[in-house]
């Protein structure tokens, strides 16, 4: 049987794991996602609609609003140094701290870091998944998804049940079909993080492509111990 510290440290590293996950997707949420009405050409407009998905449970619209593997791509070595530093400061354990030290060994092989990174976008693309249609992101379980035990998506029923809030701030820059835009994310439980996206418009619609300040995000709330 495992000893309560030890399960303690397993639930700790599994919690900052999946909130660290959560910062880099749930975060870059602000994306205008294609309607029967004309998209606007203000990026700011897209957090409205990117927090729609979230307060409807509505998956689709998500998918359709976030360039997730643009996102992933461009914070995962922010992410993997990050909780691998974690890991060394013996603030990980269970699942979380073994697949970082499988992304650790990894980095000297590309084909197995491609894999690796393969594997964690569809975990993560789950994770999103079942938070939005689940309602986790919402503060309102529905019931309509329980996640399976084992993936990050189970990690979901240990996280915040307050509402996840998308507060817009002001356009940084606009030029063309780029913007950068700033936002607030609130939580009741972890607070509020400062968010700088940078969105494209593609197809007429704003999609977000990278969390710019990704890992000031990690390390403020890696400081809060959420």
Same mark, same amino acid.
């Given at each position: 049987?495992?000893?309560? !510290? !030890?399960?303690?440290?397993?639930?700790?590293?599994?919690?900052?794991?999946?909130?660290?996950?959560?910062?880099?997707?749930?975060?870059?949420?602000?994306?205008?996602?294609?309607?029967?009405?004309?998209?606007?050409?203000?990026?700011?407009?897209?957090?409205?609609?990117?927090?729609?998905?979230?307060?409807?449970?509505?998956?689709? &619209?998500?998918? !359709?609003?976030?360039?997730?593997?643009?996102?992933?791509?461009?914070?995962?070595?922010?992410?993997?140094?990050? /909780?691998?530093?974690? /890991?060394?400061?013996?603030?990980?354990?269970?699942?979380?701290?073994?697949?970082?030290? &499988?992304?650790?060994?990894?980095?000297?092989?590309?084909?197995?870091?491609?894999?690796?990174?393969?594997?964690?976008?569809?975990?993560?693309?789950?994770?999103?998944?079942?938070?939005?249609?689940?309602?986790?992101?919402?503060?309102?379980?529905?019931?309509?998804?329980?996640?399976?035990?084992?993936?990050?998506?189970?990690?979901?029923?240990?996280?915040?049940?307050?509402?996840?809030?998308?507060?817009?701030?002001? =356009?940084?820059?606009?030029?063309?079909?780029?913007?950068?835009?700033?936002?607030?994310?609130?939580?009741?439980?972890?607070?509020?993080?400062?968010?700088?996206?940078?969105?494209?418009?593609?197809?007429?619609?704003?999609?977000?492509?990278?969390? =710019?300040?990704?890992?000031?995000?990690?390390?403020?709330?890696?400081? !809060?111990?959420?």
């Amino acid at each position: 049987m495992s000893s309560p !510290r !030890r399960l303690s440290s397993s639930m700790a590293g599994a919690r900052l794991f999946s909130a660290g996950l959560a910062l880099v997707c749930l975060l870059c949420l602000p994306a205008l996602a294609p309607t029967a009405r004309a998209a606007s050409s203000d990026p700011l407009s897209a957090v409205a609609t990117a927090q729609r998905g979230i307060d409807e449970a509505d998956s689709d &619209l998500f998918n !359709r609003a976030v360039d997730v593997d643009s996102v992933l791509n461009k914070a995962s070595t922010t992410l993997n140094a990050a /909780l691998r530093q974690q /890991l060394a400061e013996g603030k990980m354990g269970g699942g979380a701290g073994a697949m970082i030290m &499988l992304f650790t060994a990894a980095e000297d092989d590309p084909a197995q870091a491609g894999l690796l990174k393969q594997f964690m976008v569809s975990e993560v693309k789950s994770f999103v998944a079942a938070g939005v249609n689940g309602g986790y992101f919402a503060g309102k379980p529905n019931g309509r998804v329980k996640p399976e035990r084992g993936t990050l998506a189970g990690t979901l029923p240990k996280m915040s049940k307050s509402r996840k809030e998308l507060v817009p701030g002001k =356009v940084l820059s606009h030029q063309d079909d780029k913007a950068t835009v700033s936002a607030t994310f609130v939580d009741a439980k972890a607070g509020r993080f400062p968010l700088t996206l940078a969105l494209e418009r593609q197809d007429g619609n704003w999609r977000v492509t990278e969390v =710019v300040n990704a890992a000031e995000l990690l390390d403020e709330a890696t400081n !809060r111990g959420h």
